[in-house]
C-alpha cells in the first residue's frame, strides 16, 4: 500500500530529473536530440532492447534514409515515408508522435514537425549526439488505424 508519505517521498525524488527534463528541453537549439538528454538515457545500451512497438493496421512507417542499424556521423539526414498499410486507407500526419525512447522516455514531436511534407518527414542534416539513439514513431490512419515502429539510430563520435 502507498501511503501519503511515500508518494511525497517518491515525488521529492522524481522533482530533480523534472527540473534537468525541462531545462534540456527549453535548450535544445537546433539539436534533434541533445547530448544532455542522450547523457540521460542508459549508458550500457540495455534499453534498446525494450519490448517492439506494436504493429497495427495503421500507415505502413517506412525508413528510407538511414538504413536500419547503419553507423552515422552527425549531422545526419532522414527520411520516413508513411504509407497506406493493413488498412489501405493514407496516413492522418496530424497524428504522429515521435519518442526518444530510454531511461527517460522523451517526447521531440514538436521538434520535428517543420519537416513533414505530405505524408513523409525529411529531416536535413539532423544533429545527433554520438550514441544508439531508438525513436518510437506511432501514427493514425484517416480512419483512426494505429501503428508504431521502432526507429534505431547509431551515431559514431566524429
Known amino acids: 500500500m502507498v501511503t501519503m508519505k511515500h508518494f511525497y517521498s517518491g515525488l521529492l525524488t522524481a522533482l530533480p530529473v523534472l527540473i534537468?527534463?525541462?531545462q534540456v528541453w527549453a535548450a535544445t537549439d537546433d539539436w534533434l536530440i541533445t547530448p544532455d538528454e542522450a547523457a540521460m538515457q542508459m549508458r550500457d545500451g540495455n534499453y534498446a532492447?525494450?519490448?517492439?512497438?506494436?504493429?497495427?493496421?495503421g500507415p505502413a512507417i517506412v525508413l528510407k534514409n538511414p538504413k536500419m542499424l547503419q553507423k552515422l556521423r552527425s549531422p545526419i539526414d532522414i527520411f520516413i515515408a508513411f504509407?497506406?498499410?493493413?488498412?489501405?486507407?493514407p496516413a492522418d500526419m496530424k497524428t504522429l508522435k515521435i519518442t526518444l525512447i530510454g531511461f527517460i522516455n522523451?517526447?521531440?514531436?514538436?521538434?520535428l514537425i517543420e519537416y513533414i511534407t505530405g505524408t513523409n518527414l525529411d529531416v536535413q542534416e539532423a544533429k545527433l549526439p554520438s550514441g544508439k539513439h531508438r525513436l518510437r514513431m506511432r501514427i493514425k490512419d484517416v480512419d483512426g488505424n494505429p501503428n508504431e515502429r521502432d526507429v534505431v539510430v547509431i551515431v559514431l563520435k566524429k
Do not use: H, Y
Open 83 to 89: 504509407e497506406p498499410g493493413k488498412s489501405g486507407r
Open 106 to 111: 522523451i517526447n521531440i514531436t514538436d521538434r
Open 20 to 22: 534537468l527534463c525541462s
Open 49 to 57: 532492447e525494450t519490448v517492439a512497438a506494436t504493429v497495427g493496421p
